[in-house]
């Protein structure tokens, strides 16, 4: 999808929601059917948001729809409000008030564990409905007389009351709400969530608040869910008790999939599978109770054979038949609704910018100081009273045998682990037990000797994603920014990329490019945020020898201007990078000195080659 063309998907999909009442009703679709496919593809917008971008699995979606649906039924059947939409908005409003509730507990965890609280608290509300709260939500009863909504114009009365002026409203709703959502997939927030979906500790590491992102993107989904909620009470002119029910969160889970997640359009499409087929499996082929073991048989092939659901696989076919020849894009949800991050460089400047400098009072002296830095992981002494300074400007070299302690102490100055003791100290600030998202937007940050690269992203939306931590901080709710305005974003990018020397692969997804690149790109992540003090963990390491000598020179250029850490076994290029080394040694420091000393130094000799004595490789 042309990202020079945003607003095209929004038109094409407007056109196709005049098109459907002269289209489907021939391929056996009825007006209910249709009017129920918007209100599940309304919901499963906000789900696609939370589970197709995020990567966070709710099986508890259905505790919302509910809370919205019941709520705006309840205002307009026994508060006496009159206000339909008012009604349903506020329904909206106070599902996203429980989403943000039920988020700070459910988000504490990941995975299964959070995927399992959103199973137990459908399961609350569920009960919640039917028994404490019985008397406003009416139970097993529901709450009819939902009134239909009528707006007075002045000159002319709208009355939605008919299956297609319903339609007509609800294809309103459902383009709203779809032009919302694909603000939030383009703004900066929208390619954070990518991020954390792919690999949520490096987005971490890079300085954004993961926890303040997914807890957004639970808020969103939760409103999507309870503004579908109102909309089906006042479609069907009844709010129904089983839109709490587990089975709503199921199919809506079942409809993505079937759909394609990340895509937005994936539950539209899933739920006009679903509905048609339930139908025609009661209705027309009249399979009474074994419709749902044909309809679960037909859920499985699809999900088997389409693996990125129908929209995620029409996308795939049609960039196969215009890209032929071009290597295959892999999944990316960005296909169809581009996101944020595949819009950054579109208008980058190819000429590269200075590096930008964060503000820092010290420009001499020490910028990190280490004192008594232990670190025992249960009777395993990783780090033993390690006293390390390093000053501005300087390029350091760790080296030490394996299992010496390198990384562990790269992790407890980077704070990604705890020390069991000692103190860090950072541009005069004591960092000690800090979290890695905050010594980031400090200036601190390091490249991992295990690439954590966002692998279905491409070369520039990794960096894109680096930049933005320095850019905009820890935390900003710019939910409806388009990326393009973020002034000097992609100048940031297109300067890291030439840093890197990955201009030629700006658009090559992470998992075409060879190992040597992806190195690259592993520093470049840590490049793009602008670290003040920069830690490359191993970044020789797995090289082919031309790809060391490239990276070896390329070490050289960034450290010209910065303040660098490098830990690598490759000691002929790490004596000719750094001017002075530290030697790790069973977790302690064994010795500190030049190239020239370390490489004639008998206890570095000793520790290396066993009591061996002779020169060092
Ligand atoms: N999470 C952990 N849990 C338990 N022990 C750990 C953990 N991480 C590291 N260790 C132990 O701490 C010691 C130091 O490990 P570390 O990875 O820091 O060494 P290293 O010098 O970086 O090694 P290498 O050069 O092989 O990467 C090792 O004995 C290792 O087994």
Same mark, same amino acid.
């Given at each position: 999808?042309?990202?020079?063309?945003?607003?095209?998907?929004?038109?094409?999909?407007?056109?196709?929601?005049?098109?459907?009442?002269?289209?489907?009703?021939?391929?056996?679709?009825?007006?209910?059917?249709?009017?129920?496919?918007?209100?599940?593809?309304?919901?499963?917008?906000?789900?696609?948001?939370?589970?197709?971008?995020?990567?966070?699995?709710?099986?508890?979606?259905?505790?919302?729809?509910?809370?919205?649906?019941?709520?705006?039924?309840?205002?307009?059947?026994?508060?006496?409000?009159? *206000?339909?939409? %008012? &009604?349903? =908005?506020?329904? +909206?409003?106070? !599902? /996203?008030?429980? @989403?943000? $509730?039920? #988020?700070?507990?459910?988000?504490?965890?990941?995975?299964?564990?959070?995927?399992?609280?959103?199973?137990?608290?459908?399961?609350?509300?569920?009960?919640?409905?039917?028994?404490?709260?019985?008397?406003?939500?009416?139970?097993?009863?529901?709450?009819?007389?939902?009134?239909?909504?009528?707006?007075?114009?002045?000159?002319?009365?709208?009355?939605?009351?008919?299956?297609?002026?319903?339609?007509?409203?609800?294809?309103?709703?459902?383009?709203?709400?779809?032009?919302?959502?694909?603000?939030?997939?383009?703004?900066?927030?929208?390619?954070?969530?990518?991020?954390?979906?792919?690999?949520?500790?490096?987005?971490?590491?890079?300085?954004?608040?993961?926890?303040? *992102?997914?807890? %957004? &993107?639970? =808020?969103?989904? +939760?409103?999507? !869910? /309870?503004?579908? @909620?109102? $909309?089906? #009470?006042?479609?069907?002119?009844?709010?129904?008790?089983?839109?709490?029910?587990?089975?709503?969160?199921?199919?809506?889970?079942?409809?993505?999939?079937?759909?394609?997640?990340?895509?937005?359009?994936?539950?539209?499409?899933?739920?006009?599978?679903?509905?048609?087929?339930?139908?025609?499996?009661?209705?027309?082929?009249?399979?009474?109770?074994?419709?749902?073991?044909?309809?679960?048989?037909?859920?499985?092939?699809?999900?088997?054979?389409?693996?990125?659901?129908?929209?995620?696989?029409?996308?795939?076919?049609?960039?196969?038949?215009?890209?032929?020849?071009?290597?295959?894009?892999?999944?990316?949800?960005?296909?169809?609704?581009?996101?944020?991050?595949?819009?950054?460089?579109?208008?980058?400047?190819?000429?590269?910018?200075? !590096?930008?400098?964060?503000?820092?009072?010290?420009?001499?002296?020490?910028?990190?100081?280490?004192?008594?830095?232990?670190?025992?992981?249960?009777?395993?002494?990783?780090?033993?009273?390690?006293?390390?300074?390093?000053?501005?400007?300087?390029?350091?070299?760790?080296?030490?045998?394996?299992?010496?302690?390198?990384?562990?102490?790269?992790?407890?100055?980077?704070?990604?682990?705890?020390?069991?003791?000692?103190?860090?100290?950072?541009?005069?600030?004591?960092?000690?037990?800090?979290?890695?998202?905050?010594?980031?937007?400090?200036?601190?940050?390091?490249?991992?000797?295990?690439?954590?690269?966002?692998?279905?992203?491409?070369?520039?939306?990794?960096?894109?994603?680096?930049?933005?931590?320095?850019?905009?901080?820890?935390?900003?709710?710019?939910?409806?920014?388009?990326?393009?305005?973020?002034?000097?974003?992609?100048?940031?990018?297109?300067?890291?990329?030439?840093?890197?020397?990955?201009?030629?692969?700006?658009?090559?997804?992470?998992?075409?490019?060879?190992?040597?690149?992806?190195?690259?790109?592993?520093?470049?992540?840590?490049?793009?945020?602008?670290?003040?003090?920069?830690?490359?963990?191993?970044?020789?390491?797995?090289?082919?020898?031309?790809?060391?000598?490239?990276?070896?020179?390329?070490?050289?250029?960034?450290?010209?201007?910065?303040?660098?850490?490098?830990?690598?076994?490759?000691?002929?290029?790490?004596?000719?990078?750094?001017?002075?080394?530290?030697?790790?040694?069973?977790?302690?420091?064994?010795?500190?000195?030049?190239?020239?000393?370390?490489?004639?130094?008998?206890?570095?000799?000793?520790?290396?080659?066993?009591?061996?004595?002779?020169?060092?490789?």
């Amino acid at each position: 999808m042309s990202t020079r063309r945003p607003l095209l998907v929004e038109a094409l999909t407007a056109a196709a929601l005049v098109a459907v009442p002269f289209v489907l009703p021939h391929l056996g679709f009825s007006p209910t059917t249709i009017n129920r496919i918007l209100i599940w593809g309304l919901f499963g917008l906000g789900f696609d948001i939370l589970f197709g971008y995020t990567g966070l699995l709710s099986f508890g979606q259905s505790a919302f729809y509910g809370t919205g649906g019941m709520f705006a039924a309840y205002l307009l059947t026994e508060a006496g409000f009159s *206000y339909v939409m %008012t &009604a349903i =908005v506020v329904g +909206a409003l106070v !599902a /996203g008030v429980v @989403g943000y $509730l039920v #988020g700070l507990i459910a988000l504490r965890r990941t995975g299964i564990y959070f995927a399992m609280i959103t199973v137990a608290i459908a399961e609350v509300f569920f009960f919640v409905e039917f028994n404490p709260l019985s008397d406003y939500t009416g139970g097993e009863n529901g709450l009819p007389g939902v009134p239909t909504p009528s707006f007075n114009l002045g000159f002319t009365m709208l009355n939605f009351s008919t299956d297609w002026s319903m339609y007509a409203f609800l294809a309103f709703w459902y383009l709203v709400g779809l032009v919302i959502a694909l603000r939030i997939v383009r703004s900066p927030v929208g390619a954070i969530l990518s991020a954390i979906r792919d690999n949520p500790l490096r987005a971490a590491a890079l300085g954004h608040n993961i926890h303040g *992102y997914k807890l %957004t &993107a639970f =808020v969103v989904a +939760a409103i999507y !869910a /309870g503004f579908a @909620g109102g $909309l089906l #009470g006042v479609m069907q002119g009844f709010m129904p008790p089983d839109a709490f029910m587990f089975d709503t969160s199921g199919q809506l889970i079942m409809q993505t999939a079937i759909g394609g997640a990340g895509t937005l359009f994936g539950p539209l499409v899933g739920a006009a599978v679903w509905l048609y087929l339930s139908d025609f499996f009661q209705n027309t082929l009249h399979l009474g109770a074994t419709w749902k073991l044909v309809l679960g048989t037909v859920f499985v092939l699809l999900v088997c054979f389409l693996r990125r659901g129908i929209v995620g696989s029409a996308v795939d076919l049609y960039r196969l038949t215009t890209h032929r020849g071009k290597p295959a894009k892999p999944i990316e949800a960005s296909s169809v609704a581009p996101t944020a991050i595949s819009i950054a460089g579109a208008s980058a400047a190819a000429a590269p910018m200075p !590096a930008r400098k964060r503000p820092t009072d010290h420009v001499s002296g020490a910028i990190l100081q280490a004192k008594g830095l232990t670190k025992h992981y249960g009777g395993v002494v990783a780090n033993s009273d390690i006293d390390f300074t390093v000053d501005h400007g300087e390029m350091r070299g760790i080296i030490g045998p394996n299992g010496a302690g390198k990384t562990t102490f790269f992790k407890m100055l980077t704070c990604e682990v705890p020390p069991t003791s000692g103190k860090i100290v950072f541009e005069g600030q004591d960092i000690t037990g800090m979290r890695v998202t905050d010594v980031c937007q400090l200036g601190l940050t390091k490249s991992y000797q295990i690439n954590q690269l966002f692998e279905r992203l491409t070369v520039r939306q990794n960096l894109t994603i680096a930049a933005l931590g320095e850019i905009r901080g820890r935390f900003r709710l710019d939910l409806f920014r388009n990326i393009r305005n973020i002034p000097d974003l992609a100048e940031q990018v297109e300067h890291t990329l030439a840093l890197v020397n990955l201009t030629g692969r700006p658009d090559t997804p992470v998992s075409e490019l060879a190992y040597g690149e992806k190195r690259r790109l592993e520093i470049g992540l840590a490049l793009a945020t602008s670290p003040t003090l920069l830690l490359l963990d191993e970044p020789l390491a797995g090289m082919s020898p031309p790809e060391r000598i490239e990276t070896v020179a390329l070490l050289k250029s960034i450290a010209r201007g910065r303040t660098v850490i490098i830990i690598d076994h490759d000691m002929d290029s790490l004596f000719e990078l750094v001017e002075k080394i530290t030697v790790l040694q069973e977790g302690r420091v064994l010795v500190e000195g030049t190239p020239d000393e370390i490489r004639n130094n008998p206890r570095v000799q000793e520790a290396y080659l066993g009591g061996v004595h002779g020169v060092m490789a």
